[in-house]
């Protein structure tokens, strides 16, 4: 039992440059959620994905995509990074069936230069 | 608007001094409580979570969490602090509808020998 992976851990981009931050989870949670963390300002909800074929925006979306692939895998896509998206972002499953806990990933550093 | 406060950035305490870390919360109704422990390069670790019943809340690694709807408050306790207790900490909260996480800036603790 894995719990909850991303890849990759660490990622330098320049400029313009899109990629692809990959999460997924083994505890058959509905619930997927991604944040950023920015020193100072917690975690941020970027997207969520209340159930497999669905998204939603969250607090900071802009200059994201997401796609739920299916139950396990949720991604995040920059198309055209920039600086302002260096940042550490977390991907999260929710165990609503335990007062909406939050597993989370091991985080991906993400330096946009 | 939904909003969790946590008031003080960072706090330092001698290892054996008892700790608290301070949360409040503004919601229309009360929330979901959580607090989540963050080591350096880690991922998000849940200590203990409020969601009905007794105000006291015991979570693991010895620490505990008092609920006070006067206060809207939700502070985080430890009586003896261990040197590993060294990390980021945030508090989070959550409507009971719906399951999406508003956090605190995180309180960063630092232990003297």
């Known amino acids: 039992n894995a719990g909850v992976t991303q890849t990759p851990k660490f990622q330098v981009l320049k400029t313009g440059q899109s990629m692809t931050l990959q999460c997924a989870q083994d505890?058959?949670?509905?619930?997927m959620y991604w944040y950023r963390q920015d020193p100072g300002m917690g975690l941020r909800l970027i997207y969520y994905?209340?159930?497999?074929?669905?998204?939603d925006k969250g607090e900071v979306p802009n200059g994201y995509n997401v796609s739920r692939l299916n139950k396990r895998e949720f991604s995040l896509r920059l198309e055209s990074a920039a600086p302002s998206q260096t940042s550490v972002y977390f991907c999260?499953?929710?165990?609503?069936?335990?007062?909406?806990?939050?597993?989370f990933g091991p985080g991906t550093r993400l330096t946009v230069l | 608007a939904q909003s969790v406060t946590q008031p003080d950035i960072h706090i330092t305490v001698s290892e054996g001094a008892s700790l608290e870390l301070r949360c409040n919360y503004s919601?229309?109704?009360?929330?979901?409580l959580f607090w989540y422990v963050q080591s350096p390069g880690q991922g998000l670790q849940l200590l203990l979570k409020?969601?009905?019943?007794?105000?006291l809340v015991q979570g693991i690694k010895g620490f505990e969490a008092e609920f006070k709807r006067s206060q809207s408050s939700f502070n985080l306790r430890k009586p003896s602090v261990h040197w590993s207790d060294a990390a980021e900490y945030f508090c989070?909260?959550?409507?009971?509808?719906?399951?999406?996480?508003?956090f605190g800036g995180g309180t960063r603790l630092m232990v003297k020998p």
């Open positions: 999260a499953s929710i165990a609503t069936d335990r007062a909406n806990e939050q597993f």
């Open positions: 505890m058959n949670h509905n619930s």
């Open positions: 994905s209340a159930s497999e074929g669905t998204t």
């Open positions: 919601y229309g109704a009360t929330p979901y």
């Open positions: 409020y969601f009905s019943g007794d105000t």
């Open positions: 989070a909260a959550a409507t009971w509808a719906g399951n999406m996480l508003t």
